[in-house]
């Protein structure tokens, strides 16, 4: 089944009722597309308290736990990168390894990791 991986703006959009993201992701539900989010990610935009659309979206999702894999590759983009984001690494790590594309409120962020590692993932910004 394809995917795609959100990331934390991803989550805060759809918390705020982001029109553009809400369609985009109705639009790849409807198409039985299961976003992917990385756990961190999830604990970078859960404050606790009801996150009613942060909640609605996570349901159609599946949350990834990160493994040393993962680790390994986010901790040497960082160091390509020349960035302390572990969580923006993580999440070009996780859509390296699943061929995926990314739904990013931060598209300069990802390419300057993607390019420093010499990856190119497709970008969807919302």
């Known amino acids: 089944m394809p995917t795609i991986v959100y990331d934390t703006g991803a989550l805060l959009a759809a918390e705020h009722?982001?029109?553009d993201f809400l369609a985009l992701h109705d639009e790849?539900?409807?198409?039985?597309?299961?976003?992917?989010?990385?756990?961190?990610?999830l604990a970078q935009?859960?404050?606790g308290g009801p996150q009613h659309q942060i909640s609605r979206?996570?349901?159609?999702c599946d949350i990834v736990p990160d493994d040393?894999?993962?680790?390994?590759?986010?901790?040497?983009?960082?160091?390509?990168?020349?960035?302390?984001?572990i969580v923006d690494a993580i999440v070009v790590a996780t859509a390296v390894r699943l061929q995926a594309p990314i739904v990013t409120s931060d598209p300069g962020d990802l390419t300057h990791i993607t390019d420093s590692i010499g990856v190119k993932v497709r970008l969807y910004p919302v």
């Open 68 to 85: 040393q894999h993962i680790g390994r590759a986010a901790g040497v983009a960082c160091a390509a990168a020349g960035t302390a984001d």
């Open 57 to 60: 979206v996570l349901t159609g």
């Open 17 to 19: 009722r982001s029109p």
């Open 45 to 47: 935009a859960w404050r």
């Open 28 to 41: 790849l539900t409807a198409a039985r597309v299961r976003p992917t989010v990385p756990v961190v990610v």
